[in-house]
């Protein structure tokens, strides 16, 4: 297992150089146990394949050193609303990527498993919250995190909040209010017997004051109670803040009239960060590896992998694993932790992995093996390394005083 790390530039002779010795450092059978071949696809971002037969396993990984690289970290979803499944590979070669993997678990109907939020806007929200991982503005860099993704919608003359129950995921209850953006389509939308305020006009894109989140001013363009007629969401820039016909939430949205300023911000301590997607386990948090090696869960029994882990340099490494056959057995949680650790991870977190376990490179194609009988599984959601930041991420502007 190695040790070293895994973000110094070393020449292509000095590499194989560092692979002699630590093989002849080692008995023959360990030193015959694992293999590892290198590509460097940018600069800044390094393609490894490891095998390592004691497991056995087949590990794909992509190293991203964010102070060097001019490449991007990024992540797409499979479509502009709910509802349609794409594959890894066409997400990340429609996005101009360099190399892409599976993102967050997948829920029906296609669409990811937690929370997420994109260029900067929320885009759902879940329970439980998952783990995430948030791209930094400068897309140089990530940070793993625990929390919960909060909203909140405030009449900034009346200086009165309501916090937002849930985005894009159910109907509001007694005295809560939710929201609802053009990522809902069909599915999550606003429905008869609610109170509904229209936002629309969005302002510029700013920092929250501790910098974890983003928000907007929108101008209010409707506000409906009714039976029968829903509010709709008209566009990609409007949104609609809906509760139950009586109680806190009504009353809060009565409240609101037509050309008032309302702002919706979102935080989930993540600093600095713009986009967050999600997985389900946490496996490394600070050095510490989260799950035993006896558990038997079915979560921790061996499978193909996809996870995410960050070094305590900044860099980050994304991981899949093959599994479900004699050449690559899988990982447990356990083993994918350690494995992550030794690559120089002091952070990482469990994506989607089974069938949906994929990784992608511009030139080399589909990299691993996915165990699906009809070859690449389509999913909700990816994460991608981009050859330059992407042009239509927003800044936000800084805070307001």
Request: proline share 5%; aromatic share 6%.
């Amino acid at each position: 297992m190695r040790t070293t790390r895994v973000w110094r530039k070393r020449g292509a002779a000095a590499s194989a150089a560092a692979i002699l010795i630590l093989g002849l450092g080692m008995q023959g059978a360990q030193a015959s146990a694992r293999t590892v071949s290198k590509k460097a696809l940018a600069t800044g971002v390094v393609y490894e394949l490891i095998t390592d037969t004691s497991y056995p396993a087949r590990e794909y990984v992509l190293l991203y050193d964010g102070g060097v690289a001019s490449a991007a970290l990024d992540q797409v979803l499979s479509a502009p609303q709910v509802g349609t499944f794409q594959k890894t590979s066409v997400m990340a070669a429609n996005a101009g990527a360099i190399a892409g993997v599976n993102g967050d678990l997948n829920d029906w109907p296609a669409r990811p498993t937690h929370q997420y939020v994109s260029n900067g806007m929320p885009i759902q929200t879940s329970t439980p919250p998952g783990v995430s991982l948030g791209f930094r503005q400068d897309k140089h860099g990530a940070t793993i995190n625990r929390a919960t993704l909060k909203i909140t919608a405030t009449n900034v003359a009346a200086k009165t909040s309501f916090a937002v129950s849930s985005w894009n995921t159910g109907l509001p209850t007694t005295d809560q209010v939710v929201g609802y953006s053009w990522y809902g389509g069909k599915y999550d939308k606003p429905q008869a017997n609610q109170c509904s305020v229209r936002l629309s006009a969005p302002g510029m894109v700013r920092w929250n004051a501790g910098k974890d989140g983003t928000g907007r001013d929108y101008a209010v363009d409707a506000v409906r109670c009714s039976t029968s007629t829903p509010l709709p969401v008209t566009s990609t820039s409007t949104v609609v803040l809906s509760s139950k016909l009586i109680g806190k939430g009504a009353t809060w949205i009565k409240s609101l009239k037509v050309g008032a300023t309302v702002h919706v911000g979102w935080s989930d301590g993540t600093p600095g960060a713009v986009d967050v997607v999600s997985g389900s386990a946490d496996i490394l948090e600070n050095g510490v590896i989260q799950y035993a090696a006896n558990c038997n869960d079915d979560l921790c029994l061996k499978n193909p992998r996809t996870a995410v882990g960050i070094t305590a340099s900044g860099g980050v490494i994304i991981m899949v694993v093959d599994g479900r056959s004699s050449g690559s057995n899988g990982l447990t949680l356990y083993q994918l932790g350690r494995e992550m650790k030794a690559l120089g991870a002091v952070n990482a977190v469990n994506l989607d992995g089974g069938g949906s376990a994929t990784m992608w490179i511009k030139g080399m194609g589909i990299v691993n093996h996915p165990t699906d009988s009809t070859g690449e599984r389509p999913v909700s959601n990816a994460l991608v390394i981009l050859p330059r930041a992407n042009p239509s991420e927003p800044i936000p502007a800084a805070p307001k005083v």
